[in-house]
T-cell receptor, first 114, second 113 residues
Framework: EAQVTQNPRYLITVTGKKLTVTCSQN?????MSWYRQDPGLGLRQIYY???????DKGDVPEGYKVSRKEKRNFPLILESPSPNQTSLYFC?????????????FGPGTRLTVL | AQSVSQHNHHVILSEAASLELGCNYS??????LFWYVQYPGQHLQLLLK??????LVKGIKGFEAEFIKSKFSFNLRKPSVQWSDTAEYFC???????????FGKGTRLSVIA
């Protein structure tokens, strides 16, 4: 089944403890992206990747890192999480970076930073 | 800066009522527009999209949207909503080419019996 998977789905952690949220897609998509969703703010893009080894900042990149060593994986890294990073995170992918391609979303990761 | 605005934060309708959710974008030039839906506890799914051609776009589950270039709008409509349409709806826009997708803040729709 074609899909975008994220792990973990739920995570509660403490301030400063490094964590990684994994994202994987099995559709051979070139473009991958991370968003955070907060009440009243909609979805805001954190980072995106046009292809392997090509990443760029979105609207809210502060406090996050990403890597794209393989086409299928696009992990989101929080080196030192803070409470303001408590949010619902979505990974998405599309066949090409072009705007003509629909983005497919993962199931979401709900992160709480205490 | 490019932006997408959704005017309604929360809309409450009775079953069988007609729905129209507003969306405006601030791009000049060619733009691609999308409506996504997020059912409670689920991820976003594409409802419909506009790239070019007929400005009236039909999507899944009886939804449609009309692109009105002169008004920079892409409102979502459904003639008769059902309880199962309860969800959050996001409008999104993107300049043609390799540019990031920009989302509106979302509109929560609650359909009551």
């Amino acid at each position: 089944e074609a899909q975008v998977t994220q792990n973990p789905r739920y995570l509660i952690t403490v301030t400063g403890k490094k964590l990684t949220v994994t994202c994987s897609q099995n559709m051979n998509h070139e473009y991958m992206s991370w968003y955070r969703q907060d009440p009243g703010l909609g979805l805001r893009q954190i980072y995106y990747s046009m292809n392997v080894e090509v990443t760029d900042k979105g609207d809210v990149p502060e406090g996050y890192k990403v890597s794209r060593k393989e086409k299928r994986n696009f992990p989101l890294i929080l080196e030192s999480p803070s409470p303001n990073q408590t949010s619902l995170y979505f990974c998405a992918s599309s066949l090409r970076p072009s705007s003509y391609n629909e983005q497919f979303f993962g199931p979401g990761t709900r992160l709480t930073v205490l | 800066a490019q932006s997408v605005s959704q005017h309604n934060h929360h809309v409450i309708l009775s079953e069988a009522a007609s729905l129209e959710l507003g969306c405006n974008y601030s791009y000049g030039g060619t733009v691609n527009l999308f409506w996504y839906v997020q059912y409670p506890g689920q991820h976003l799914q594409l409802l419909l999209k506009y790239f070019s051609g007929d400005p009236l776009v039909k999507g899944i589950k009886g939804f449609e949207a009309e692109f009105i270039k002169s008004k920079f709008s892409f409102n979502l409509r459904k003639p008769s909503v059902q309880w199962s349409d309860t969800a959050e709806y996001f409008c999104a826009g993107q300049r043609s080419g390799n540019t990031p997708l920009v989302f509106g803040k979302g509109t929560r729709l609650s359909v009551i019996a």
